[in-house]
């Protein structure tokens, strides 16, 4: 779900940096004031990474697999780390594996990084301290469903509106309700992996959860 | 996970003796002036200037093409609808598929302007080291927590894919298929438990970190001076992109 370089206008990429500017800007500000910036930095990168390996995994959904994109489950533990992160691993995909681009580094960075950004919200005000599984569990699964979900809204909405053409409005509709609907098993599917692994991390590590990054 | 930067940047010829934040600075410009590209005579212009820095860089062609096939799929997709699905001038039909001009030229843009910006990039990052573009961006102002992220991350992304593979390999030995829906539960815990590893390294790192001064650096690191021969080859590309985009701006005024 990585638009690459050359399908949109050099102003639809700089507006996306531009928005990217101001959530970095605002998450690295939120950073800045926990005073535990230094001690942080290896923690998130390490996750990072951690995610970018884990989002390889391919997650059999029979006859075929998918692989996550796992942006909610990112939010919900990395908190204000959850953008810059999202930037790093996109800006490293690009690089590295071809997967997005530069030019459209910025606006791939607001498809996934803003899920993540409302996630983290919805995570942080409505996961209780003392743990209740159920509780936690729906939390978990409308935070992972949500970062996908809008993600793959701002993805399609993105991608037909801003590549220049002239395809009829009937036509654009169509596609967009299709692309949409695609991924609706992906959703789901995300909402529960990250529940579950939500559980899974509160039951064996929960200073991950705990731990203000 | 097999990375398609070839590292092997050592080289005689002008880019990659190009002082990286010029260069970052000169590629960044052309980058946008090729995404700004609308018309098919710039299209043109731009494809025959990636072609001769393409040339003078050396890279092997088959670099290249490792590269733009990664979106080939989505590039065919959206190409596709815009060739058989745009309306305009009508220049072919078959049955309920028609090529209009306005489709042709949308797709003829696309491709060539994905073309063009992959080129530039492959030309960047395999003549400039990925350690060596990380450190002029922290020069151009990247903030810190951007930068070491991006190098935390860049250190610890392999060890942990490995790791990961580890994981997965002794679940598989212990008898898990991984090939059912009710497998999901398993490759939770998976997921989950890259994550408490990573985060007790981290913990570690940080330690080991913290007793070589890390967080306490006056300096992050020297600034490396501009030859003539960099200004040079930087205001080259500025001056070729302020044209591009120029070129643009001007055919997009309504009469011309």
Same mark, same amino acid.
């Given at each position: 779900?990585?638009?690459?370089?050359?399908?949109?206008?050099?102003?639809?990429?700089?507006?996306?940096?531009?928005?990217?500017?101001?959530?970095?800007?605002?998450?690295?500000?939120?950073?800045?004031?926990?005073?535990?910036?230094?001690?942080?930095?290896?923690?998130?990168?390490?996750?990072?990474?951690? &995610?970018?390996?884990?989002?390889?995994?391919?997650?059999?959904?029979?006859?075929?697999?998918?692989?996550?994109?796992?942006?909610?489950?990112?939010?919900?533990?990395?908190?204000? &780390?959850?953008?810059?992160?999202?930037?790093?691993?996109?800006?490293?995909?690009?690089?590295?594996?071809?997967?997005?681009? !530069?030019?459209?580094?910025?606006?791939?960075?607001?498809?996934?990084?803003?899920?993540?950004?409302?996630?983290?919200?919805?995570?942080?005000?409505?996961?209780?301290?003392?743990?209740?599984?159920?509780?936690?569990?729906?939390?978990?699964?409308?935070?992972?469903?949500?970062?996908?979900? !809008?993600?793959?809204?701002? &993805?399609?909405?993105?991608?037909?509106?801003?590549?220049?053409?002239?395809?009829?409005?009937?036509?654009?509709?169509?596609?967009?309700?299709?692309?949409?609907?695609?991924?609706?098993?992906?959703?789901?599917?995300?909402?529960?992996?990250?529940?579950?692994?939500?559980?899974?991390?509160?039951?064996?590590?929960?200073?991950? !959860?705990?731990?203000?990054? | 996970?097999?990375?398609?930067?070839?590292?092997?940047?050592?080289?005689? *010829?002008?880019?990659?003796?190009?002082?990286?934040?010029?260069? #970052?600075?000169?590629?960044?410009?052309?980058?946008?002036?090729?995404?700004?590209?609308?018309?098919?005579?710039?299209?043109?212009?731009?494809?025959?200037?990636?072609?001769?820095?393409?040339?003078?860089?050396?890279?092997?062609?088959? *670099?290249?093409?490792?590269?733009?096939?990664?979106?080939?799929?989505?590039?065919?997709?959206?190409?596709?609808?815009?060739?058989?699905?745009?309306?305009?001038?009508?220049?072919?039909?078959?049955?309920?598929?028609?090529?209009?001009?306005?489709?042709?030229?949308?797709?003829?843009?696309?491709?060539?302007?994905?073309?063009?910006?992959?080129?530039?990039?492959?030309?960047?990052?395999?003549?400039?080291?990925?350690?060596?573009?990380?450190?002029?961006?922290?020069?151009?102002?990247?903030?810190?927590?951007?930068?070491?992220?991006?190098?935390?991350?860049?250190?610890?992304? =392999?060890?942990?894919?490995?790791?990961?593979?580890?994981?997965?390999?002794?679940?598989?030995?212990?008898?898990?298929?991984? *090939?059912?829906?009710?497998?999901?539960?398993?490759?939770?815990? #998976?997921?989950?438990?890259?994550?408490?590893?990573?985060?007790?390294?981290?913990?570690?790192?940080?330690?080991? #970190?913290?007793?070589?001064?890390?967080?306490?650096?006056?300096?992050?690191?020297?600034?490396?001076?501009?030859?003539?021969?960099?200004?040079?080859?930087? =205001?080259?590309?500025?001056?070729?992109?302020?044209?591009?985009?120029?070129?643009?701006? =001007?055919?997009?005024?309504?009469?011309?």
């Amino acid at each position: 779900m990585h638009i690459p370089d050359g399908m949109l206008s050099a102003g639809v990429c700089a507006a996306g940096y531009g928005l990217t500017l101001v959530a970095a800007g605002y998450s690295i500000k939120k950073i800045n004031q926990s005073g535990e910036t230094v001690r942080s930095i290896p923690k998130a990168s390490l996750l990072t990474a951690a &995610f970018f390996a884990a989002s390889l995994i391919h997650i059999p959904v029979p006859p075929t697999s998918v692989h996550l994109i796992l942006n909610g489950l990112l939010g919900a533990i990395l908190g204000y &780390f959850a953008f810059p992160a999202i930037l790093v691993a996109l800006f490293l995909q690009a690089v590295m594996f071809g997967h997005g681009g !530069l030019t459209t580094l910025g606006i791939n960075a607001v498809i996934m990084g803003l899920p993540a950004m409302v996630s983290s919200f919805i995570y942080c005000r409505f996961s209780n301290p003392q743990y209740n599984p159920i509780r936690h569990s729906i939390v978990g699964f409308v935070s992972g469903s949500i970062g996908i979900a !809008l993600s793959v809204v701002l &993805f399609v909405v993105i991608l037909i509106n801003f590549i220049p053409s002239n395809i009829n409005a009937d036509t654009e509709k169509i596609a967009i309700y299709a692309g949409a609907l695609g991924h609706i098993p992906l959703v789901i599917i995300e909402g529960i992996i990250t529940a579950l692994v939500l559980n899974y991390l509160k039951q064996v590590k929960p200073e991950i !959860l705990e731990t203000k990054l | 996970m097999k990375t398609l930067i070839n590292t092997d940047c050592q080289s005689n *010829n002008i880019f990659h003796q190009w002082e990286p934040r010029s260069k #970052l600075l000169a590629f960044t410009l052309l980058l946008f002036s090729f995404a700004m590209v609308k018309s098919i005579e710039l299209a043109v212009f731009m494809l025959v200037i990636c072609s001769v820095i393409f040339f003078l860089s050396g890279i092997p062609f088959r *670099n290249l093409l490792k590269r733009w096939k990664i979106p080939a799929v989505l590039v065919l997709v959206t190409g596709t609808m815009l060739l058989f699905l745009s309306e305009g001038h009508l220049l072919a039909s078959a049955g309920p598929f028609k090529i209009t001009r306005e489709g042709l030229i949308g797709f003829t843009l696309i491709t060539s302007r994905v073309m063009s910006i992959i080129t530039l990039i492959v030309i960047l990052f395999e003549t400039t080291p990925l350690l060596t573009i990380i450190t002029a961006m922290r020069n151009l102002g990247l903030p810190r927590i951007l930068a070491d992220m991006t190098l935390f991350t860049l250190r610890y992304l =392999y060890t942990l894919h490995w790791q990961l593979e580890q994981m997965k390999t002794a679940m598989v030995l212990r008898g898990f298929a991984g *090939n059912k829906i009710s497998s999901w539960k398993e490759y939770a815990i #998976l997921i989950g438990g890259i994550m408490v590893r990573s985060f007790d390294q981290s913990e570690r790192v940080y330690r080991a #970190l913290a007793v070589r001064g890390y967080g306490f650096e006056q300096n992050y690191i020297p600034c490396m001076s501009w030859s003539r021969k960099d200004k040079t080859l930087c =205001y080259s590309f500025a001056v070729l992109a302020l044209m591009i985009s120029s070129i643009q701006i =001007y055919l997009n005024m309504p009469g011309v």
